[in-house]
């Protein structure tokens, strides 16, 4: 996987990747790399053929390409994220669907914390969450630079943790809105 930023550019690409499944799936390859449709199936609870034809989508679109059977069999299809991250235009009209399946995300990933939060050490139990409604005065450039302040940050710390043994997996999700 390319550590670049695919930039979603037309309605069609936005389709192509704002399926609930494909959503799920392409996080699911970036988190944990290389899969085929079987091991997706199983995943998520879908048939091979469901996810075979997902798969395909993605990769007619360059979100997911097939890489190498680490076991050397010719034949199995495996499927890699392409891009590290997923970004778009909010001015671009089908921006809605992936800001709904972000929302999506965010509500799944608060849920498995709820649910981690009896076996979960207490350092991460006081650590993780998520901020409070926290409201400043900014122009327009000045949350622009906050975001790439903090995407700066977000990599310097994962390249500094890569290879940590008590780094997990975060999910990170940076929002601001005007009110």
Avoid: C
């Avoid at 085929?36 to 998520?44: D, G, K």
């Avoid at 399946?101 to 939060?117: C, G, I, T, W, Y």
């Amino acid at each position: 996987m390319s550590d670049e930023t695919r930039w979603i550019k037309s309605v069609d690409e936005f389709k192509a990747v704002s399926h609930p499944l494909r959503v799920r799936m392409l996080a699911w390859l970036r988190e944990h790399g290389p899969a085929n449709a079987t091991e997706l199936a199983r995943q998520f609870a879908t048939d091979t053929g469901s996810t075979s034809y997902h798969l395909r989508k993605l990769e007619n679109f360059g979100f997911v390409h097939e890489v190498a059977d680490p076991d050397g069999h010719p034949r199995a299809r495996r499927w890699e994220a392409v891009h590290k991250t997923t970004s778009w235009s909010n001015t671009d009209p089908a921006s809605d669907l992936m800001r709904r399946r972000q929302l999506e995300a965010l509500m799944r990933d608060a849920s498995r914390f709820e649910e981690m939060l009896p076996s979960l050490h207490a350092e991460w139990v006081d650590t993780a969450g998520m901020s409070g409604d926290q409201l400043v005065k900014l122009t327009a450039a000045s949350l622009a630079e906050l975001f790439e302040a903090v995407q700066a940050k977000i990599d310097e710390l994962a390249a500094r943790d890569a290879t940590n043994p008590d780094a997990r997996m975060v999910a990170l999700y940076t929002a601001g809105y005007p009110r």
